[in-house]
């Protein structure tokens, strides 16, 4: 157990720059039971000694560049969909969320039913967590044909149309970098 703990502060301390670049010489003492390469001290104690030689790694190397949601781009998303929601005539609560789901600004326009900011904030997160539209995700619950994914009702998600992910297009795909849930729109409407 000691030698892990001692690894994992050398690999934390190595990663975050807080060891000098170039090597960590780790040396460590265990018992017997603990080690097949033993001597027999002068005192009669068994002891081991171990060491490794590690070369650190590039600290960036071990991180990768992936785009955020700024507060200005949150902002800018909850006023095209309060716009959008304006020219419908639409009275709703729009929620965007971070890629975690953890809401970043709600607002419950004028004339929007309480339970709407429950609904916009479930479907923001859970278009965040399954990084696609929460109309895909009420369709796979949904019955066809006899045939549909029952299972998911039991989720703790909200599987109703009105959530979507922000997604950045990039070199490897597309990165999920938050969603835009909305509540109140009746079916139909």
Do not use: W
Request: glycine letters at 12%; aromatic letters at 6%.
């Amino acid at each position: 157990m000691p030698l892990l703990f001692l690894c994992i502060l050398c690999f934390i301390g190595s990663s975050f720059s807080f060891v000098p670049p170039g090597q960590i010489t780790i040396k460590t003492i265990r018992n017997q039971s603990s080690s097949s390469i033993a001597r027999m001290s002068s005192s009669g104690t068994t002891t081991s000694t171990t060491t490794t030689t590690t070369t650190n790694p590039d600290p960036m190397s071990l991180f990768q560049t992936t785009p955020v949601l700024t507060s200005a781009a949150a902002q800018l998303a909850l006023s095209a969909a309060e716009q959008c929601a304006s020219t419908h005539g639409y009275k709703v609560t729009i929620a965007i969320s971070d890629p975690g789901g953890t809401p970043l600004l709600v607002k419950r326009t004028d004339g929007a039913f309480p339970a709407s900011y429950e609904i916009a904030v479930g479907k923001a997160k859970t278009a965040a967590l399954f990084r696609k539209a929460t109309g895909a995700l009420e369709d796979s619950a949904n019955v066809v044909e006899g045939r549909s994914r029952a299972a998911l009702l039991s989720a703790p998600f909200v599987l109703m149309r009105g959530g979507v992910p922000i997604v950045v297009e990039g070199d490897g795909g597309g990165v999920c970098i938050g969603a835009v849930g909305v509540g109140g729109v009746c079916i139909g409407a």
